[in-house]
């Protein structure tokens, strides 16, 4: 089948693609074999070849994905052959991979039904930004109607998603954008205020009379974590979700005494849908969202599988908005 590897550790230039991959084994006790129509393409993927995260070669990346089971092992219930189904992170961020191919075997306690009327590229690019953003604004820090946030990357997958979901529970948000031409498509998800980078600490302080943001969700990481730190009211929280600009050095946890008894947390996907019950509360909303329209799903680039390497390419320069799918 068409899949592809990463052979070692590094940059783009390090996936592969190949028109011969094994297929997959026909799936055992709890497992489901589906047949991938598209997968998501995330910042965990980048990690995952770059080294960052401790993830053996050779694997098949991705983490995400949309589909059509094609066989069911023994012990399956709640999933048949023919369904059409969706997922995100089988596992941790140093085991959850095999996407970026034609079929995969996944657990099938993890696969989420597409409801009727949602199409499965849709379903592939909302499953688990759609997840992240429900459980940041509902559990990492639970948006309270009047609260001022700060989204980063307000313009990227997951800045869009969180801003809907904020928005959607009362909150004014603020978010910051790497160009000037992204900020209409952070205002166009919701945003209130639209920053640059530089300097937004200062600017967000102005704009809450001297006050500080209830929380900051912030997925760039190195780049931003002081000016975010620095944005915070008094026990504010900060919810470090990723680090598209490289991990956050050690520092002095007394920063966050000093900042006014803040909160940090570096929350995971995989810790807000720890049992089935929770997984299909958060698909579910962000299904029945995305139907009605109150979740927007912006596709910002479609890529045949074998160019899975311009897609990573496009993805780091942050000459993308929205989401980034893989076509087999």
Partial sequence: MHAVIVTRHGSPEVLQAVTSHPE?????????????AASGVNFIELSQRSGAFSMPTPFVPG????????????????VAVGDRVAWAMDGSVSTAQGT???RALV???RLVPIPEGLDSETAAAVVMQGMTAHYLV???????PGDTVVVHAG???LGRMVTQYAVARGARVI???????????????GADAVLGYQGFAARVRELTDGLGAAAVYDGVGAATFDDSLASLRVRGTL????????PVDAFDVGRLLDGGSLYLTRPGIAHYTRDRAELLTRANDVFARTLAGGLRAHIGGRYPLSEARRAHEDLHSRRTTGKLLLIP
């Fill in 24 to 36: 997959p084994q026909s799936p055992g006790p709890g497992q489901a074999l589906v047949d991938i």
């Fill in 107 to 109: 657990t099938a306690d």
């Fill in 63 to 78: 983490v995400e994905a949309a589909g059509t089971v094609a066989a069911v092992g023994p012990d399956v219930t709640g």
């Fill in 138 to 144: 509902h559990d990492a820090y639970r948006v309270q």
């Fill in 239 to 246: 919810a470090l979700v990723g680090g598209a600009s490289g």
């Fill in 100 to 102: 970026y191919a034609q």
């Fill in 155 to 157: 313009a990227g997958g």
């Fill in 175 to 189: 978010a910051t954008v790497s160009t000037p031409q992204k900020e209409a498509v952070a205002r166009a998800a």
